[in-house]
């Protein structure tokens, strides 16, 4: 009797749940949006964030980018989509301003599970030429980060000092900064 009440609370409880949606994120600032994008954990809550930051033209943001966690979902089926069903409303690619805000509008009627527009018809969550666009970005931004380390890597130097030493012979030198002996130095 008791976890049957567990359950009857669980159910209010997640049938009470607020929903997300994409006029959720419109009135938050880009710094906090950014902030929420390296944390959130539900994916529909991160494709709206990403698509958000899009129509503002945000695409980077430090080490932070669109794409880094959702790029991966590129090209891939993910979502079952009807071949042979008819999009229930008249709204193209060209409809709208960018793949961003037609990203938006997926994912604030059904998406990414339905799609009653026709937008997203490979099933992979990502309208139109969104995918390609956080693809590309994910792309370079992770060639960027490869090249900054390679680049910042530096090899261990020997220590220099200018501390005489003592051959065998009894002739000085030092020790120059790539390691050889300077016999000229003391």
Not at 56 to 67: E, H, K, P
Not at 133 to 156: D, G, M
Not at 162 to 178: E, L, M, N
Request: net charge positive; hydrophobic share 30%.
């Amino acid at each position: 009797m008791r976890s049957y009440f567990a359950l009857v609370l669980l159910g209010v409880v997640v049938g009470c749940a607020p929903t997300v949606t994409s006029t959720s994120f419109k009135s938050m600032s880009s710094s906090l949006l950014w902030s929420k994008h390296y944390t959130v954990s539900d994916p529909r809550e991160l494709a709206l964030i990403e698509a958000e930051l899009g129509t503002r033209g945000q695409t980077v943001s430090g080490t932070d980018y669109l794409g880094r966690r959702t790029s991966s979902a590129y090209g891939k089926s993910l979502y079952a989509r009807e071949a042979t069903a008819q999009p229930s409303s008249d709204r193209d690619c060209s409809d709208f301003s960018s793949a961003a805000a037609a990203q938006a509008y997926f994912l604030s009627n059904g998406g990414p599970t339905r799609d009653p527009a026709g937008l997203d018809r490979d099933g992979d969550g990502l309208a139109c030429e969104w995918g390609v666009q956080i693809n590309r970005l994910a792309l370079k931004q992770r060639a960027i980060a490869t090249a900054t380390r390679a680049s910042s890597y530096r090899a261990p130097r020997p220590s220099s000092s200018s501390r005489c030493y003592v051959g065998p012979r009894g002739g000085t030198y030092t020790i120059t900064a790539s390691g050889n002996k300077n016999y000229g130095g003391c």
